[in-house]
């Protein structure tokens, strides 16, 4: 018999393109990306320049309301603001950084009419 523990499954990730604003904590200075994938424990997202170092805890917000999804109610989607840390980056296409980040804490804030 093999008693080696399995690792936990992976929280299912959907492929979502929104514009998702982010900061360090440490430097509070907001920058912009887009989203790539999110899971309930994570988001994948690309940036223009890295901002962001693994290790970093970040604040972001996920504009669910300005994604790329059809269908009539997209507009009344919350925002979904985050705090999470930068797992790990890589480089991108045309010099674009690639950010994992966990989600730690995270709110829905409705958008005001």
Known sequence: M???????????????RAPIDL????????????TINISRSGVL?????DAA?????LEFVIHLSRGAFDGPG????PDLFCRGRVVRTESGEQSRAIVAASIRRQ???ERRR
């Open 2 to 16: 093999d008693f080696t523990e399995a690792s936990p499954p992976r929280a299912p990730r959907l492929a979502i």
């Open 23 to 34: 900061r360090s904590i440490a430097i509070g200075r907001w920058t912009e990306g887009w």
């Open 45 to 49: 997202f690309a940036m223009d320049r």
């Open 53 to 57: 170092r693994p290790g970093e805890d």
């Open 74 to 77: 997209v507009p009344l989607l």
């Open 107 to 109: 709110w829905l804030r």
